[in-house]
């Protein structure tokens, strides 16, 4: 699992955790009749994936989806030398069920911003791919921690968005995000989430501005990411 866990890091990936599948967990068979013994999540930071993703070919070459062409190029030599399987969350319909994955390896916890929140990470982890393996390989421990958020008592996240577009009762509404992101691409608003840079957990992951606009593009149809 080390040999795993140092590849990933060194493409900007990292190992979030791992659980043993159930028959209710919708993982995937490893192979016709060879049921999962084993799933490790892969997912990124902003520190740890943009300086990497930046000089990949994919970010440079102007074709749809660089992320997920960089994600599946690197994670698939990976898999294909440790003999693992991989799932995406960007294939399909039907899509995998990756916060239910993120929920059961522990330190997560649903956030008003409709993303998950990490114990270390908070909102900054992104899900990248699954790794599937028919040996009972355990990555890590499992944290059985509730991750950060029921546990929050300020809660400031609520309170950062200037449209109020994040409720503690109502979740997240897209649309008012949406047309407040509409209002001016070239604005501060388009460096970073400000609701998401208000929790007070995971500071050291954030996004850079730089990859904060090229995702708040994508979120727009404003590129090809």
Known sequence: MNDITGRCDRHGFLVLGGFSPGPNDAVPEVAPGTPAQSLFLVGSTGPGIWPVFSESPEFADGAPDPLDRFTRRILSGIAQDCGLALVFPFDGPPYHPFQKWAMKTGGFSQSPL?????????????????????????????????????DCADKPCLSACPVNAISGTEGYDVTRCRDHLAKGRGEPRFSGCLARHACPIGADFRQSPEQARFHMDSFMGLSKA
């Open 114 to 150: 409709g993303v998950l929140a990490h114990d270390i990470y908070g909102p900054w982890s992104g899900f990248r791919a699954a790794f599937l393996s028919a040996e009972g390989l355990v990555p890590m421990a499992e944290n059985l921690s509730a991750g950060p958020c029921p």
